[in-house]
């Protein structure tokens, strides 16, 4: 007997694995040339993100080195030569001072009343006002607990330097009122600031 040829299969067949390598080939070009188009359009999207972040963080430096240059609120100091003299107590050197909304009111006050250990306060007043209105005491200068000479009691004839703060509520005129707390004595002295903007 004649031993029979077995035939391949066709998968083993010269002609399907060229067409199969043609067809792998043609798949894997296609896919790189996408893959390519792919990863350009991401460098690009990566590089127009990147562009405008470097834009928009310089335009932000900008605003903010504008926002240094622009010129601060300039600070307004006035001295008084003014001496305001009452019955029990006199003020002397008043200097103020006004930046960021805050006038820091300095001044000398000196105890004259014949009496030791007395406070400013139960010699006098200083009010500082807009339109009227007393303007809120910020620095915690009639506090008792604190260190301010407005409290402190001093002697006769001894001079403290004083330092008060108040915060401003507008653009309109600030007086400042020196009065007196005896009973026989109600005089009012004040000085009215109207340039200070």
């Known amino acids: 007997m004649a031993k029979e040829k077995k035939e391949k299969p066709f998968y083993k067949k010269w002609w399907f694995i060229l067409i199969a390598v043609?067809?792998?080939g043609f798949i894997v070009g296609i896919t790189s040339d996408d893959f390519e188009e792919d990863t350009k359009n991401e460098a690009q999207t990566k590089e127009k993100s990147s562009t405008n972040n470097k834009e928009q963080k310089d335009d932000n430096h900008k605003k903010?080195?504008?926002k240094?240059?622009?010129p601060k609120n300039e600070t307004f100091k006035k001295s008084f030569d003014d001496e305001f003299v009452f019955a029990e107590y006199a003020v002397d050197d008043i200097k103020i001072e006004i930046k960021d909304d805050t006038l820091t009111l300095k001044f000398d006050w000196m105890n004259q009343s014949g009496k030791d250990d007395m406070p400013f306060t139960a010699l006098g007043y200083v009010d500082v006002a807009q339109d009227d209105d007393s303007l809120d005491e910020?620095?915690?200068?009639y506090d008792p607990l604190g260190n301010n000479n407005i409290l402190r009691?001093?002697?006769s004839g001894v001079t403290l330097n004083t330092i008060t703060e108040y915060e401003i509520q507008n653009n309109k005129p600030i007086e400042v009122k020196f009065g007196a707390t005896n009973e026989h004595d109600n005089s009012k002295e004040s000085i009215t600031?109207?340039?200070w903007k």
């Open 193 to 195: 600031i109207k340039d």
């Open 138 to 141: 910020i620095s915690d200068a």
């Open 68 to 70: 240094e240059s622009k």
């Open 22 to 24: 043609l067809i792998f």
């Open 64 to 66: 903010t080195v504008k």
């Open 153 to 155: 009691k001093v002697k």
